[in-house]
Nanobody
Framework: LRFSCRRWGGLVQAGGSLRLSCVASGFTRDQVVIGWFRQVADSERVGVSCLSSKDGATYYTDSVKGRFTISKDNANNTVYLQMNSLKPEDTAVYYC??????????????????????WGTGTQVTVSS
């Protein structure tokens, strides 16, 4: 399994925007959930957003609702996280991750965090005040 993650844009001031992209390859399952979590040094991982390939359902942590949008480009097997109205507290290393066995029934960001099978190396997002 391989991840190719990219940050579109550099350092950003509060109120600005960045886009992250993630291409996951090397798996054959049709129904997966891909998303991002973030982590600040010495702190626990926090789920940010995820998207189900089965039905396109999206999930967000409360602090980013209305500001971040996750989407997918099936033609390029790419998932995007558009981050708008960024705040200094969004500063963290962002990791793209995948749940290869999301199962049936209701899903949630918590299930994603507990079910992640693989994640990428992370990309730094820094928002200055």
């Amino acid at each position: 399994l391989r991840f190719s993650c990219r940050r579109w844009g550099g350092l950003v001031q509060a109120g600005g925007s960045l886009r992250l992209s993630c291409v996951a390859s090397g798996f054959t399952r049709d129904q997966v959930v891909i998303g991002w979590f973030r982590q600040v040094a010495d702190s626990e991982r926090v789920g940010v957003s995820c998207l189900s390939s089965k039905d396109g359902a999206t999930y967000y942590t409360d602090s980013v609702k209305g500001r971040f949008t996750i989407s997918k480009d099936n033609a390029n097997n790419t998932v995007y996280l558009q981050m708008n109205s960024l705040k200094p507290e969004d500063t963290a290393v962002y990791y793209c991750a995948i749940d290869l066995n999301p199962g049936s029934g209701s899903y949630s960001l918590s299930r994603f965090m507990g079910g992640m099978d693989w994640w990428g190396t992370g990309t730094q997002v820094t928002v200055s005040s």
